[in-house]
């Protein structure tokens, strides 16, 4: 049960310093922030049959859809921290150090390159954006800073 509770927390923590990563890149360059009503839509349009969308701005909305991709968002940065911590145990959790939590976090780009960008219609690892390198960019950037928020979430815990 303490491995459960602290996933959820870790979790939480990592991922919300994503959406503080988000909020300083669009400040600071220009970025915009994933819209994850975008993820919300294309978790909606699952259970009709519809993985792949070309791309999923032209797919009609789903009511809730942004709060189902915010949710999704946040359960998803839950799982990758129950994955650290169902990898690296208890002793982890009792003295957390970088390596771990940096491996899951850059590994955990994944999910983006071979699952959501070619499902939401971007290729891929975004090879069909207009700037497939710029946007691989800010993806690994993206969980190096979720790997950053396992660490250092984790070292608040301990």
Request: glycine share 12%; aromatic share 10%.
């Amino acid at each position: 049960m303490k491995l459960l509770a602290s996933a959820v927390l870790i979790g939480t923590g990592a991922t919300a310093l994503i959406d503080l990563w988000g909020v300083a890149r669009k400040r600071l360059l220009g970025v915009p922030s994933l819209d994850y009503a975008l993820v919300g839509r294309w978790l909606a349009w699952l259970p009709r049959g519809r993985f792949f969308h070309m791309p999923i701005a032209t797919t009609p909305p789903v009511r809730g859809e942004r709060l189902l991709g915010w949710v999704a968002h946040y359960a998803i940065g839950i799982a990758f921290a129950a994955v650290l911590l169902a990898v690296w145990g208890h002793g982890w959790l009792l003295a957390p150090t970088p390596g771990p939590a940096m491996l899951i976090g850059i590994g955990s780009v994944a999910a983006p390159f071979f699952v959501m960008q070619p499902a939401m219609g971007a290729g891929i690892a975004a090879s069909r954006t207009p700037r497939p390198a710029i946007a691989r960019l800010h993806s690994l950037v993206t969980h190096a800073v979720f790997g950053l928020g396992l660490y250092t979430t984790g070292r608040a815990l301990a």
